[in-house]
């Protein structure tokens, strides 16, 4: 038998830093939507105790680096499942990227060990376990569109977007999540409209959605890779409707609300850019 699952990309449609909490950790409070952009993986049983990733792409690791492979590891020991599993990964989701992709694939992976073995576990549950593996985890689990508050795992359930075209381009460079996160000064900050947003997304307005975009870590991100200051740039000089950088980045992204736009802003990056999408916004 083989169990096949999809782990869709998000985009942070706002993202705010409230505190730095005593764990650690930062309170966060962001908006946050699946893209048809995904991930597809296959699990099937093994005779022998261990989890197997299989991959054709090379940065994708195969070891506990790999958070599809932590989660199949703690479901198997939290319901002490002694059969292995072998997991394909086919990685369309660029990686480190501010995408949540490995989050992604580990909810898809805790979903699909879950039903592998029977276990009929709820999405409560499947969230619960998933908190511990990453703070994006529990959203990809549930996918659609939620605001995610506390470490990003307390999530509410919200209309997802207007339909709409998303453009997605990421410079060749990696950014530590961590990095950008110790740069994060309170002082100076200037936070996003997300109640308005969660307003826009309500009633559907695109126009207003697309003005209240923000992410408190654009201008850390933008200030240690100036290419990504110019990718939103030239987004924006073509006409994309909204533009913002998601997560902690590089990935900058435009809504666009015509097909021809969203085609026009895709041409002018491919030459710019390797890792270029347009995608649908997911329903």
Known sequence: MVIYEKAPAKINLT????????DGYHEVEMLMTTIDLADRLSFEKLDSNQVVIASEN??????????????????????NI?????????????????????????????????????????????????????????????????????RGEKLTPLPSPPPCWVVLAKPNIGVSTKDVYSKVQFDDMRHPATKAAISALKQQDFKTLCTTLGNVLEPITTSMHPEVLQIKSRMEKTGGDG???????????????????????????????????AVRMLR
Do not use: W
């Open 15 to 22: 993202l705010d830093v409230l505190h730095k909490r005593n």
């Open 58 to 79: 090379r940065f994708v690791p195969n070891d506990r680096r790999n958070l599809a492979y932590q989660a199949a590891t703690l479901i198997k020991e939290r319901y």
């Open 82 to 150: 002694k059969e292995g599993v072998r997991i394909h990964l086919d990685k369309k989701i660029p990686v480190a990227a501010g995408l949540a992709g490995g989050s992604s694939d580990a909810a898809a992976t805790l979903r699909g060990v879950s039903r592998l073995f029977g276990l009929q576990l709820s999405q409560e549950e499947l969230q619960e376990i998933g908190a511990e593996i990453g703070s994006d985890v529990p959203f990809c689990v549930m996918g659609g569109t939620a605001l995610a508050t506390g």
């Open 243 to 277: 533009v913002l950088m998601s997560g902690s980045g590089p990935t900058v992204f435009s809504l666009v609300a015509k097909e021809e736009k969203a085609d026009r802003i895709y041409n002018s990056l491919r030459g710019f850019c390797s890792e270029v999408y």
